[in-house]
T-cell receptor, first 120, second 111 residues
Framework: SQTIHQWPATLVQPVGSPLSLECTVE??????LYWYRQAAGRGLQLLFY??????ISSEVPQNLSASRPQDRQFILSSKKLLLSDSGFYLC???????????????????FGSGTRLTVV | EDQVTQSPEALRLQEGESSSLNCSYT??????LFWYRQDPGKGPEFLFT???AGEEKEKERLKATLTKKESFLHITAPKPEDSATYLC????????????FGKGTTLSVSS
């Protein structure tokens, strides 16, 4: 079965400390992967997306970076966290379903359980 | 610029009191409109995908409809367990494969 794992679930980090959030998917190959951030009172903001190993596109300039060292692994990092980096971080992957919904390539986007990051 | 606006921001209903949530969008070419449900502290859970104007989909007490400019999520006879934040997102033909999200509508259903 296809699943997505994201950890840790919660994290409290001091300002200036490094960050590493990991996301892995199972049951698929060469998935499109995404990192979103959800801040209080705001919608989900796309941070990075990847269409393959070492292929990363950044949507928002910031002190975060992303890497994809393996096909099913997507990592979000920071060398020095800022207070404004606090938020709910979500990993997602685009699934393709060739089933009863017909020929319009019904993509689904499945989200991980999220990481609540608090920078203090 | 692509934009997704959801209204109202918050909605309080009594159990059994039907209502609708709105999602208006502006994209150069709609490839798909998605509805998600999100419970506090959890990732969004997929509900529906709509592809073209006039399309409708149903799941239990929820029904999603789509026009050329907006989508509605109708909730019929809601129950307290329907309380959650409902997110709308669109995929634009020219914006790669990523979804563009609205800020969501937080629904509270009291018994």
């Amino acid at each position: 079965s296809q699943t997505i794992h994201q950890w840790p679930a919660t994290l409290v980090q001091p300002v200036g400390s490094p960050l590493s959030l990991e996301c892995t998917v199972e049951g698929t190959s060469n998935p499109n992967l995404y990192w979103y951030r959800q801040a209080a009172g705001r919608g989900l903001q796309l941070l990075f997306y990847s269409i393959g190993i070492d292929q990363i596109s950044s949507e928002v300039p910031q002190n975060l970076s992303a890497s994809r060292p393996q096909d099913r692994q997507f990592i979000l990092s920071s060398k020095k966290l800022l207070l404004s980096d606090s938020g709910f971080y979500l990993c997602a992957w685009r699934t393709e379903s060739r089933d009863r919904e017909g020929p319009r390539a019904p993509w689904g986007y499945t989200f991980g359980s999220g990481t609540r990051l608090t920078v203090v | 610029e692509d934009q997704v606006t959801q209204s109202p921001e918050a909605l309080r209903l009594q159990e059994g009191e039907s209502s609708s949530l709105n999602c208006s969008y502006t994209v150069s070419g709609l490839r798909g409109l998605f509805w998600y449900r999100q419970d506090p502290g959890k990732g969004p859970e997929f509900l529906f995908t709509l592809y073209s104007a006039g399309e409708e989909k149903e799941k239990e007490r929820l029904k999603a409809t789509l026009t050329k400019k907006e989508s509605f999520l109708h909730i019929t006879a809601p129950k307290p367990e329907d309380s959650a934040t409902y997110l709308c997102a669109v995929q634009d033909n020219q914006a790669g494969t990523a979804l563009i999200f609205g800020k969501g509508t937080t629904l509270s259903v009291s018994s």
